[in-house]
């Protein structure tokens, strides 16, 4: 199985972007549904936004929609989400999730899943 790994977290200004990296650190994603998700202490885990690797389809939390967007790499070995107009409630350790299957109409939160170690995001001024 293919075992995510994150990058790219860090602190920025509200009204900034980042961009965050989940990188198959074994293998490649192939025919694997890939999502970010985001926590932050006492609150729920939330789903982000995820992206089925062999077709591309893509699904959007309303919290982030038209302002984060997630893609892949053409080796299929990466998977970003590119965080746009950030504010300061998206402040959050992210987490991105691997699950192979043959669709991505979920979350992949199964216990076939594999999770990042997360990386932290904080907006503030």
């Known amino acids: 199985q293919v075992v995510p790994q994150e990058s790219g977290g860090g602190s920025v200004e509200p009204g900034t972007s980042l961009r965050l990296s989940c990188t198959a650190s074994?293998?490649?994603?192939?025919?694997?549904?890939v999502a970010w998700f985001r926590q932050v202490p006492g609150k729920v885990r939330e789903g982000v936004a995820r992206?089925?690797?062999?077709?591309?389809?893509?699904y959007y939390a309303a919290s982030v929609k038209g302002r984060f967007f997630i893609s892949q790499n053409g080796a299929k070995s990466a998977v970003y989400l590119q965080m746009n107009s950030l504010t300061r409630e998206d402040t959050a350790m992210y987490y991105c999730a691997a699950e192979g299957r043959s669709s991505c109409y979920d979350w992949p939160e199964g216990d076939d899943a594999y999770w990042g170690q997360g990386t932290q995001v904080t907006v503030s001024a």
């Open positions: 992206i089925w690797t062999l077709g591309g389809t893509t």
């Open positions: 074994n293998g490649r994603f192939v025919n694997t549904c």
